[in-house]
């Protein structure tokens, strides 16, 4: 809104909304790139917000995930995701996070028990990383809007 109208509640909500919307479309799309299925799953999911079609595909998509972190974030060997991999579900799922990503918000993404892997808009807190890491899921994050807004649209 940059005519000097003041952005109410509504605005910041359908704006983040959109993002997410945006976001889970560019995943889907690597995913496909790359010859894996995955379908958008319906709104506030507990599972997770993309679905993996074959469960045989989860180590694949966990090594999607972590190159596109390594893609948009300095490689830091003190974060090497591979090294445990507890996550074992027929149900994989990603998670799509717009904002930062802290606290319970981590904790209940662990607990699903189905979530693999998590790609954040926005940065996520090092004791949640740590956490991931034990749980043995990959994260992608600080991935720029300028990558996936209106993925949809494109054609």
Known sequence: MS????????????????IHRDLVGWVIIKLAQ??????RTTGNNPKGDILIINSNDA????????????QYNA?????????????????????????YLFGKAINEI???????????AEKISQPGKA???????VYAENIPLSQFMDVESQE
């Open 3 to 18: 005519d000097g109208t003041r952005k109410t509640d509504e605005d910041r909500l359908i704006y983040q909304l959109t």
């Open 34 to 39: 790359s010859g894996i299925r995955s379908q």
């Open 59 to 70: 180590s694949r998509v966990k090594e999607i995930i972590s190159s596109i972190h390594n």
């Open 75 to 99: 490689v830091n060997p003190n974060e090497l995701q591979f090294t445990l991999d507890r996550t074992s579900t027929n149900q994989p799922h990603i998670e799509i996070k717009t904002t």
């Open 110 to 120: 662990i607990d699903t028990g189905t979530v693999i892997a998590v790609v954040s």
């Open 131 to 137: 956490k991931f890491f034990q749980a043995g899921i």
